[in-house]
């Protein structure tokens, strides 16, 4: 089975990996030079009414003192499931790049499955049943993978299984882990009131009208708190999740690096820029320059 994995909150993170759409594109001011960026965020009016969720694409490079200054790796953070402009958007995006890395639980050689195919196993199930019910497209389906930049930098599904073995770890615990960090860190801080959904919330999706906006309204509002997510997988102990596929991706980095590709970008779930962001300053002395900030889903409310 070949699988996309991106955990956002809780098990339907580990298992329905979403992908947005790209529309409407803003430029940020770049990061402080030792302040990690962010990678998914939910954007909101004046009146805090959401308007779309978007995922950040951050520049990194060398130094001005270096000779190959021209050389940058950009952090392309993705969700799987999402409009199919983000999808279109990021296909000429990825024509501009000398090497593409993407994430994909797979043999190095494995042709992705073309759109309109079954879904392969409980995961894929899933990936599926959340984009019919958001209205949605994925990104297996969307993205041309068959482009001749596009290099597989991940783990092999035999490879991960090992890692998970080694690690002693489990999808049961993965989803534990999620859900002991959401509680810590509700005792500790008491969430947003936007970010509890009410009966209200609750009953308007099931038999109120526009039920597709509300449903990716509310899970936007979840999917926007990475630091769940990175405290439970990231860190000095890892996850086979985050850091072991992580690990294999920059490994492929370094490989391109040699061949002297100039402008490359890492493909992969928001989840894992947090990892990525420290190991390109820490290994590779890389530093973010620039953020642009990508539409992935559209949160308005449908004009009269």
């Not at 597709?212 to 996850?239: C, N, W």
Request: proline share 5%; aromatic share 10%; with cysteine.
């Amino acid at each position: 089975m070949y699988t996309l994995i991106m955990p956002l909150v809780t098990i339907a993170c580990l298992i329905v990996t979403t992908a947005l759409p790209l529309s409407a594109a803003e430029q940020a001011a770049a990061p402080k030079p030792f302040e990690p960026p962010q990678f998914l965020r939910l954007h909101q009016d004046e009146t805090d009414e959401p308007i779309a969720l978007e995922t950040a694409i951050v520049r990194y490079g060398y130094n001005h003192d270096r000779a190959d200054q021209t050389t940058h790796v950009d952090l392309v953070a993705a969700v799987h499931i999402g409009e199919k402009e983000y999808f279109s958007t990021l296909n000429q995006l990825f024509r501009t790049y000398d090497v593409v890395l993407y994430e994909l639980v797979a043999p190095p050689n494995a042709r992705v499955p073309q759109a309109g195919g079954r879904p392969s196993g409980a995961i894929g199930t899933a990936q599926q049943g959340l984009k019919n019910l958001l209205g949605l497209q994925f990104q297996l389906d969307q993205i041309d993978y068959t482009a001749q930049n596009f290099v597989h930098a991940d783990l092999s599904p035999q490879e991960f299984n090992k890692a998970m073995q080694r690690r002693g770890e489990s999808w049961w615990t993965m989803f534990s882990k999620v859900m002991q960090e959401s509680m810590a860190r509700a005792n500790e801080t008491p969430k947003k009131k936007s970010s509890e959904p009410s009966f209200g919330d609750l009953f308007g999706i099931v038999f109120g009208s526009n039920r597709e906006l509300r449903m990716k309204r509310l899970l936007a509002d979840q999917f926007s708190d990475m630091e769940v997510l990175t405290s439970a997988f990231g860190g000095e102990e890892g996850s086979s999740l985050i850091t072991d596929r992580n690990t294999a991706a920059l490994s492929v980095l370094k490989q391109q690096l040699q061949n002297r590709a100039q402008s490359i970008a890492i493909f992969y779930g928001a989840a894992h820029m947090h990892d990525f962001d420290q190991r390109l300053r820490k290994n590779f002395q890389l530093q973010p320059t620039e953020t642009v900030w990508l539409e992935a889903w559209n949160l308005r409310e449908p004009a009269e």
